[in-house]
């Protein structure tokens, strides 16, 4: 009977075969998709669908009736010296209305003189307008206003006056975003290209994982616009796409060639040689590519829509860049043959592989497998207390202000009128949806819920503002928030309203709908939902990748030692940013400040992502192992052997990914520099501590009862005595 081929070495020996197909295949599908996608563009989530429960809701009803808010704008005219009641003081703000008026960029242009929007000192005074056009493409429209206001501040020098809102925000969030995308794929690219030229010290053999990754990332973009005009996605998921596009692009290139190089290097030729490599590393890119992609399912079980389009975008670029690895990749060495190595020196060409290692790797693992339990304990040990401050992990939807640099001028007029007008940049809001606006049941519960607000202690200094709109159906106000930002008061007194002042009023009337919105109630209601559906989803991953690792090594003991090693270096990462972007331990090293919080979607996203892309390396090297014992040597030895025959692509891979989300970590934005270091660290621990310490001492400690009965070697036991009768 013919031995059967696993699926990666029938597809391997496809693409070996018919390598035009494969290659020209390949090619014309990324062309397509990056041309089809480039021509419909992609569709963002609304405003509504980025947020849920009541806050979404009330987003939503405006968004239906034709009433999405404006972009709103503000400017600061601040004086160290004079006050709001001083004639140069008069004049700034003057000249400030009369610039921003002169654009024809605004609308509801309001002076402070007449809102009363003068701080308590009166040092500090706010103009306030709105954006004309849609609030969606106001931050492209925006930099004639900045112009303006900057010319009245170069002719006022001794007076500070700056411009705060969504449009400015929004255009130096783009003006960032864009950068930052540049910046990362013009570093990371190159960083990868550098470690894997050092790693294999041949051109091609180098270039061959990047051009495979980038092409990979081009198609996965170009399906993702198509698809999202029905999931629509998030302006993070490109970035999110380009991240993990490039960690498991490179990393599965760089497993299946640095095995056929191995291969070859070991006296087999090229066809065996390729055949070797897609059965074995090929079997793990399908095994590991597999794991990423239902660890990204996960994610769906939030219910939440940037979720989904963050799943979706990582489940479609590790989808294609694994079959690229199994298919056209092949092809590609198939094609090439040995020149493959063209620019590495001839006398290092075919050179043969060292089955022993270096001597610094032979002597650290024979120490760490000859006292297997002290160094497991240690690891152990050195991953529970960096995971420690994790206990006290905090997250929020984080405001401008903690999400661009503290230097920003942005960020310090933000902070600026946080401080001085405690309703401003961020009030409240209540929509109501009722058939008459304009009802005594309507102007009554108003009058209550304005009453009992203050009563409560749920209201702070400054207007409610109430703006009906008979003709939608719709009455939106705007309140201060008793406390400041999102601090303990505030959300002390969302709940209020939510809970006790709401029901009771404009939440009373019949055949009405009245519910909280505002960046606070959105930011809670972000984070509640994220409680509810933590645990699920984390149930989901352990679960699946439990299941996953045990079809793939028919091992429950592989299975779960792979679950608590994997929760162990996510339970660090959490730790390591938890002291970071929390406490600010370190911060500086970085080039940060400590914001108090992580990014609410980030902690979920991590555990997620961890979780599939640590599984690169151990189904890599596990699979190593098996080989090795499969082949007659002990636990013990074939653990040995497996990690001195993976250490230079364990290495060079676990570098590749750092580099990467390394990258991430020095952008300017707050997320993805929580994103970058979190991934990062916890990927150098997976690489070093894990791997090196915390696995081959585990699986020595456990011997046989690593693999299923059927494989377990009986060792050779001395006969015992037989008593001889008399």
């Not at 979720?307 to 298919?327: C, D, P, Q, R, Y």
């Not at 709908?513 to 109630?521: H, K, P, W």
């Amino acid at each position: 009977m013919a031995h059967r081929r696993s699926p990666a070495a029938a597809l391997g020996g496809w693409s070996a075969t018919h390598r035009k197909t494969a290659v020209f295949g390949w090619l014309l599908f990324v062309i397509l998709a990056t041309v089809i996608g480039g021509a419909v563009g992609q569709k963002q989530l609304s405003d509504a669908q980025q947020g849920v429960g009541s806050s979404a809701q009330a987003l939503q009803i405006l968004q239906d009736a034709g009433l999405t808010a404006p972009a709103s704008e503000m400017v600061l005219v601040h004086d160290a010296t004079e006050t709001a009641d001083a004639a140069g003081f008069r004049q700034a703000v003057t000249q400030v209305t009369a610039a921003v008026h002169a654009t024809g960029q605004t609308t509801n242009l309001q002076s402070p003189y007449t809102t009363g929007l003068i701080s308590k000192d009166r040092h500090y005074a706010l103009v306030e307008f709105d954006m004309t056009g849609a609030a969606s493409s106001a931050g492209d429209r925006v930099q004639p206003v900045l112009d303006a206001v900057a010319k009245v501040q170069a002719a006022n020098p001794g007076l500070r006056i700056n411009e705060v809102g969504d449009a400015s925000g929004d255009h130096w969030v783009n003006q960032s975003l864009g950068t930052d995308f540049k910046h990362a794929e013009w570093t990371a690219v190159p960083l990868a290209f550098g470690i894997l030229l050092a790693a294999f010290a041949a051109l091609i053999a180098a270039l061959l994982p990047v051009v495979l990754a980038v092409t990979a990332f081009m198609a996965a973009l170009g399906l993702l616009d198509l698809i999202s005009h029905a999931v629509p996605q998030s302006s993070s998921s490109n970035s999110v796409m380009l991240l993990m596009g490039l960690a498991v692009g490179v990393d599965y290139c760089l497993f299946y060639l640095r095995r056929e190089r191995q291969e070859r290097a070991a006296g087999r030729d090229p066809k065996q040689a390729l055949d070797i490599a897609a059965a074995t590393s090929g079997h793990s890119v399908l095994v590991s590519g597999l794991t990423v992609m239902v660890a990204m399912a996960g994610m769906f079980l939030t219910g939440m829509h940037i979720f989904e389009g963050f799943a979706l975008a990582s489940i479609l670029v590790v989808a294609i860049a694994m079959l690229g690895s199994v298919t056209v990749l092949p092809a590609l060495l198939a094609m090439l043959g040995d020149r493959i190595d063209w620019g590495r020196r001839k006398s290092r060409r075919h050179r043969p592989a060292n089955p022993n290692g270096g001597r610094v790797w032979n002597a650290t693992m024979a120490k760490v497998l000859d006292h297997p339990k002290g160094f497991a304990a240690v690891a152990a040990g050195f991953l529970i207390v960096l995971a420690i401050p994790a206990l006290g992990l905090r997250t929020q939807s984080l405001d401008v202000n903690q999400q661009l640099p503290a230097s920003s001028p942005l960020v310090q007029t933000y902070n600026a009128i946080s401080a001085e007008f405690p309703a401003s940049p961020a009030p409240g809001m209540i929509v109501i949806q009722t058939p008459d606006v304009n009802s005594n049941a309507v102007v009554e519960g108003i009058a209550a819920f304005k009453t009992d607000a203050a009563a409560d202690g749920a209201l702070g200094s400054g207007p409610v503002q109430v703006a009906p709109y008979p003709a939608q159906r719709v009455v939106k106000i705007l309140f201060p928030v008793a406390g400041q930002g999102r601090d303990a008061q505030a959300v002390a007194s969302l709940d209020t309203l939510r809970t006790k002042v709401l029901p009771h009023t404009l939440g009373a009337i019949p055949h009405t709908t009245a519910v909280v919105g505002g960046s606070l109630a959105f930011s809670t209601d972000f984070n509640g939902q994220l409680d509810n559906r933590i645990v699920p989803v984390f149930l989901f991953v352990l679960g699946v990748t439990f299941l996953v690792m045990l079809l793939a090594f028919r091992s429950w003991v592989i299975a779960g030692t792979a679950i608590l090693l994997n929760l162990l270096s996510t339970g660090a990462a959490y730790g390591v940013m938890v002291a970071v972007f929390q406490h600010g331990w370190g911060a500086s090293l970085v080039g940060t400040k400590p914001v108090g919080a992580l990014e609410s979607w980030i902690p979920l996203f991590v555990f997620v992502v961890l979780f599939g892309l640590s599984m690169d390396y151990h189904v890599f090297v596990v699979s190593r192992i098996r080989e090795a014992h499969d082949r007659g040597l002990t636990t013990k030895d074939a653990v040995a052997h497996g990690l001195r025959a993976t250490a230079g692509t364990i290495t060079s891979a676990a570098a590749i990914m750092v580099a990467v989300f390394g990258v991430f970590g020095t952008l300017g934005m707050q997320d993805f520099k929580q994103l970058g270091i979190g991934l990062g660290v916890a990927i150098l621990l997976d690489a070093t501590v894990i791997r090196v310490l915390l696995l081959p001492t585990v699986m020595t400690l456990l011997g046989e009862r690593n693999w299923p009965r059927s494989k377990r070697r009986v060792p050779e036991q001395r006969p015992e005595p037989v008593a001889v009768l008399r």
